[in-house]
Nanobody, 121 residues
């Protein structure tokens, strides 16, 4: 059984910062890409940022220059440093990990439980 446990959400004023963490635990062969997504009520979940096992990163245009994704492969943990937060960043943030249970595929998607980020004016 694989679990992704998130932490670090909360309430912050516009312009402030938060750091999200997500740790994967359980029995598996390896983790490929890890990422952060967010969702607001009535809208589809959207990608915030993704990082490969080798460290390549991609971000949504709306967060480029403000958010930084990183990972510690020794701890199976992904982080999201969020700076210069805006009210439109308010959402439930979910971490995602693509897990391999064997040396050769397939990848299985796992999701965290979600953590609320609220940015006030």
């Amino acid at each position: 059984q694989v679990q992704l446990v998130e932490s670090g959400g909360g309430l912050v004023q516009a312009g402030g910062s938060l750091r999200l963490s997500c740790a994967a635990s359980g029995s598996f062969f390896s983790i490929n890409a890890m990422g952060w997504y967010r969702q607001v009520p009535g809208k589809q979940r959207e990608l915030v940022g993704v990082i490969t096992v080798g460290g390549s990163k991609n971000y949504a245009d709306s967060v480029k220059g403000r958010f930084t994704i990183s990972r510690d492969n020794t701890k199976n943990t992904v982080y999201l440093q969020m700076n210069s937060l805006k009210p439109e960043d308010t959402a439930v943030y979910y971490c995602n990990a693509r897990i391999l249970f064997y040396n050769i595929g397939p990848e299985i998607d796992y999701w965290g439980q979600g953590t609320q980020v609220t940015v006030s004016l």
